[in-house]
């Protein structure tokens, strides 16, 4: 284990949630192997390792499940996390050599619930750059709430407070101080 500057990289599994994804992948994947050995054992070592299979792969579904449901938006989530939930079916097989019935309908939620956050992401992001009704701003239209910038209109204060009471000021630039501004007489 190496640290970077951002996180810790384990390997080449990658840093933080995606690295904990993709080793739940291999360790569910992987425990089918368990389930080869297990056939060689006596009947009494059999059945731990088959127990011991179904724990693995189940802790990995849950975990891809909880690591979804933490990273929901496609777009937010760390760098290579939206691939392992592609592959996450995967566990499926590992579920189905032991029977482990939750893993078998849990393990293709992970891919169905992922690629469901991305349609909704491609759909909101679609709302937001055509709108409501479909079409797309050109840039040449008017905005519906638009919005004055008061810092940059001249100010009227300025122009009546220059004038002092008591002094021989002609009387059009105070007429001219109180008209709105932009207008020309």
């Not at 640290?3 to 995606?18: F, I, K, M, V």
């Not at 993709?22 to 070592?45: D, E």
């Not at 940059?152 to 008209?179: F, H, K, W």
């Amino acid at each position: 284990m190496t640290a970077s500057g951002h996180g810790r990289t384990y390997g080449g599994l990658g840093e933080g949630p995606t690295a904990l994804a993709r080793l739940c992948l291999i360790v569910g994947v992987s425990s089918i192997f368990l389930v080869m050995v297990a056939g060689v054992l006596p009947p009494y070592a059999k059945e731990a390792v088959y127990w011991f299979q179904r724990a693995l792969v189940t802790a990995s579904v849950l975990t891809l499940l909880g690591l979804l449901f933490n990273h929901p938006r496609p777009s937010r989530r760390p760098k290579g996390l939206t691939e392992v939930f592609i592959y996450s079916p995967s566990l499926f097989l590992a579920a189905w050599v032991t029977g482990v019935w939750a893993g078998v309908f849990v393990a293709p939620l992970v891919p169905l619930f992922a690629l469901g956050a991305w349609v909704a992401e491609k759909l909101r992001r679609h709302r937001t750059e055509f709108g409501a009704d479909g079409v797309k701003d050109a840039g040449h239209s008017t905005p519906q709430n638009p919005t004055v910038n008061v810092d940059a209109m001249p100010s009227r204060a300025s122009s009546i407070s220059s004038v002092s009471p008591g002094t021989d000021q002609d009387p059009s630039s105070i007429t001219a101080a109180l008209e709105p501004v932009g207008r020309t007489p």
